[in-house]
């Protein structure tokens, strides 16, 4: 065992740290989504101080906390502040500076270390995220449509009620068959467990991570917390997270086209399929099933992500550079050395649009794609990061300048790499599936410091 490998086996098996203060933690930070699950994102501007503040009040007690979050079957709200809806809120300048660089930035202005240019670029986003017009995101998520009616006319009850809110845009999401993304995939499998959480936890996600990594106030991975936003007046910071909101476009007509031009018959443009992600669209992992899907094994938390790559280290059955092996590496042999729990995010994502069809050949004018949510304590350095060393770059696995091929936006010429005996094959003309429509950082913060945000007692 190197030195480095001794160091930090003696810190993963430190003692636990303080138990968490699930009920001042919103929900959504230590569970996943219903499955299956709908749901809306609403976006608000604050017109005034006194309206966010009233309306911050108003949600509050309708948040879930993660003490009251187990069994998923119920709807639920989550919210969360960008740093301009915090300013409007007339908070004291010394604990807006507390906040992070990034954070305080916005996404926007953070987009040469997002690396969004081009098409991906602020220039092109959608209103409201291009004018970083967003104070707050409220997101409302449910386990069938009748719950997720319900709660909705509870938010709608409070906006309509607000004097000095402005409803920006409502976005519907869910309601796909088996959970599926836009482009088929079951969605949403592997999800990083957290130390002293209470959700449960499935075969393969690895030791459980720090809470400190995902969740402020606790220690992380290097055993101490990080820093925390606030000031002793006005402490923030205890049980919030940070989150990362992208909307993508997702072009499924382009996705099969490349397929069929690529992949041959219908089952050669199926594997193709799986080789891009590193699962068949069921879910199945390639590592488990590397020749043909498994339906069975897909739809099956305690086999469906139980696995490593110890045994598949030059990439022949999962490609180095699939998606899901860049966002997760696990135990891969990287060419620079990295931490990868120190750079998980808990997704939250939800898909939005028609369900996938495999014969979809020219763009019907259809508004389909994906909301990634992110969370975690320094969910904006890990989402840039990711984007720059692990998206957007194949340095990290020996692939030079080869990019994600879902969500990496591509170069003219750029190719997807698949490791083959006796000689690795490549697949020229992979061009950009998703193109960013807009973003920003937000914070979510724990229940006592929403409620004093909604000038509420803490």
């Given at each position: ?191 990083p467990a957290i130390e002293g959480g209470t959700a449960d936890t499935w075969p393969g996600q690895g030791r459980p991570i720090k809470a400190g990594e995902f969740i402020l106030g606790y220690p992380g991975e290097a055993g101490v917390p990080l820093a925390q936003p606030g000031t002793e007046s006005e402490p923030l910071g205890r049980n919030g997270s940070y989150v990362v909101l992208r909307k993508y476009h997702t072009d499924v ?206």
């Amino acid at each position: 065992m190197s030195i480095l490998e001794k160091v930090k086996a003696l810190v993963h098996h430190e003692a636990p740290g303080a138990p968490l203060e699930l009920d001042d933690i919103q929900a959504t930070v230590l569970f996943d989504r219903p499955d299956p699950y709908f749901g809306t994102h609403v976006l608000l501007r604050f017109d005034s101080a006194a309206g966010g503040r009233a309306l911050l009040g108003s949600l509050a007690p309708h948040v879930r906390s993660a003490a009251d979050a187990r069994d998923n079957t119920e709807a639920w709200i989550a919210v969360a502040l960008s740093h301009a809806g915090l300013r409007a809120l007339a908070l004291d300048e010394a604990l807006l500076a507390s906040f992070p660089a990034a954070f305080s930035a916005g996404m926007a202005a953070r987009a040469d270390r997002l690396q969004d240019t081009g098409p991906n670029a602020p220039e092109t986003w959608e209103a409201p995220f291009a004018g970083g017009q967003v104070h707050l995101a409220v997101s409302i998520f449910a386990p069938d449509e009748a719950s997720w009616q319900a709660a909705m006319a509870t938010a709608r009850e409070q906006f309509a009620s607000m004097r000095d809110v402005t409803v920006l845009a409502s976005h519907d999401f869910g309601a796909q068959p088996d959970s599926r993304n836009a482009f088929g995939y079951r969605d949403n499998i592997s999800n990083p467990a957290i130390e002293g959480g209470t959700a449960d936890t499935w075969p393969g996600q690895g030791r459980p991570i720090k809470a400190g990594e995902f969740i402020l106030g606790y220690p992380g991975e290097a055993g101490v917390p990080l820093a925390q936003p606030g000031t002793e007046s006005e402490p923030l910071g205890r049980n919030g997270s940070y989150v990362v909101l992208r909307k993508y476009h997702t072009d499924v007509a382009g996705f099969n086209r490349f397929l069929r031009e690529h992949g041959g018959d219908a089952d050669g443009q199926e594997l193709l399929a799986a080789k891009l992600v590193g699962r068949w669209r069921s879910g199945a992992p390639l590592t488990l099933a590397p020749e043909r899907d498994d339906a069975a094994l897909g739809k099956d938390r305690q086999r469906n992500n139980d696995f490593t790559y110890e045994d598949d280290q030059e990439g022949l059955k999962v490609p180095h550079g699939c998606h899901m092996r860049r966002m997760n590496p696990r135990d891969s042999k990287l060419a620079i050395l990295t931490d990868v729990n120190l750079h998980r995010l808990s997704r939250r994502s939800t898909t939005f649009g028609p369900p996938y069809d495999p014969n979809l050949l020219e763009d019907d004018g259809a508004e389909r794609g994906l909301f990634f949510i992110g969370l975690s304590a320094k969910a904006a350095e890990t989402m840039e990061f990711m984007q720059q060393e692990w998206i957007n770059h194949g340095n990290f696995i020996d692939l030079g300048e080869e990019r994600d091929p879902l969500v990496g936006q591509q170069p003219d010429g750029a190719t997807f790499t698949l490791p083959e005996r006796p000689v690795r094959r490549r697949i020229h003309g992979i061009h950009s599936f998703c193109t960013l429509r807009g973003g920003e950082y937000l914070f979510m913060p724990g229940l006592r410091a929403l409620r004093r945000l909604g000038g509420l007692d803490g």
